[in-house]
C-alpha cells in the first residue's frame, strides 16, 4: 500500500501498464485475461480504438466548460439516453453514486410535493448503491454502513424478489414516496429475481402512485444481452439510474427520468461541475454508438449462452458450488466457502477476477470477449473450483 493514499481498497498485488480488448499486460509483459473490466466500467475492452480516437480528439479541442454554458455533447447523449430507454430527460453525473443521489432527491421532491414532511423509500435487503452518506444509508450491507451512523433517514427495508414484503409496506405506511431495486443485484452475488418480480413492483407502484426507480449500474448498458435488463421484463421504471460502462472508463452517470420525475428540478436544485463535460459526454455518445452499430446484444447472449452451457456442463455436480448464476454476461458462481484468496491464485493463471460475498466468483468480463476467450476464462475458473475439493 502507498504511503499517501487513504486505505479504502486492499488492492491485488498487480501493475498493469496497457490494455487491448479483454487483455491486460503488466510491468514485466505478462498477459492477463479481464474478466470483471474495471468492476464493469469497460464493457468494449481496453483501449477500444474509436473510443481512444474519440477521446483524443475531444481533448484537442475541448475538455470542459462546466454547465453554466450549453453543452452539445450533452445533449445529444440525453437525446440516446432517453431513445434507449423510452424515457424524458437526463442529468448527467460523474458515478454511479452520483447518479443515485439525484435519484434520491428527485423523490424527496416528488414526496414533498405529495405532502409528506418525511418522504419515504423502500429499498431491498442485501442491496448495493454507492458510497456517499444518502446511498450507503440506501444499501443493504451493515458493512458498508458501519461506523458511518447516523444514517440518512427515511429508507424502509424489506427482504429483495418478495413483492409480497413491499405490498405489506404499501398497506401499513402513508408517506412512502418511491421503490428503489436493483433488477439484478451485483454486489449481493448476482442475484436475479423471478420473471414477474419487477412487473409486481410496477403494478404495487402504479397503485399507491409511488415512483419506481431501478438501479441499473451495474446490470446495464447491454451486460445482460439488453440495453437495461428490466427490458428482458418489459417494464417501465420512473427512474433508471446508469454509470460504469457509459463511457468505457471515463467518469460518468447519469440518471433518467419520465412523467413528474423528469420534470422535478429547476435551475439551481441541483448540478455538478463535471458532470456531462463534453469529454465524458461525447466518450458516452460514442460508446452508445458502438453498442448499437456492433449489436452488442446480439453478442452478449450468444457469448453468454456458451459460458453458462459449459460452467454447468464442467460444473453442475462439483460438490464445492452452490449455485450458478446470472443473466448475459453477468455471471456468479457461488461456493461453499470463502474463496476470497482465488483472486490471487487466477492472477497468478493470467486471470484477473472478482469475488463478492466472500464466496461469490463474480465475472463482469467485458462483452466483446470472443469464444477462445469465454473458454478460456471457463477453463481457467473450473480449474480453480475444482483444486477447493
Ligand atoms: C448497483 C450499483 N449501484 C451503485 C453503484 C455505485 O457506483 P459508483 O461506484 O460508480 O459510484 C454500484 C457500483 O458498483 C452498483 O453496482
Redesign the pocket.
Known sequence: MNDHLMNTYAALPVVFERGEGAWLWDESGKRYLDAIAG???CALGHAHPEVTRVIADQAGKLLHTANLVRIPWQEKLGDALAKITGMDRVFVAN??????ECALKITRIIGHQRGFSNPGVIVMEN??????LA?LSATGNRKVQAGFEPLVGGFLRVPFANADAVEKIASNSNEVAAVLV?PI???AGIRVPETGYLKALRAICDEQGWLLIF?????GLCRTGKWYAHQHEEVQPDIL?T??ALANGV?I?ACVARGAAADAFSPGRHGSTFGGNPLASRTACTVLNIMQSEDLNAHVEQVSARIFGAFRARLQDNPCVNDIRGRGLMIGIELDRDVNHLKTVALDQGLLLNITRNNVIRLLPPLIIDEDQADQIVDTVCNLIETLE
Open positions: 468492476l464493469g466500467g458515478s454511479g453514486t452520483e447518479a443515485i442491496s448495493f448503491h454507492g458510497r456517499s446511498a436493483e443485484q451485483g454486489e438501479d441499473e449500474i451495474q446490470s439510474t454509470a460504469k467518469p452517470g
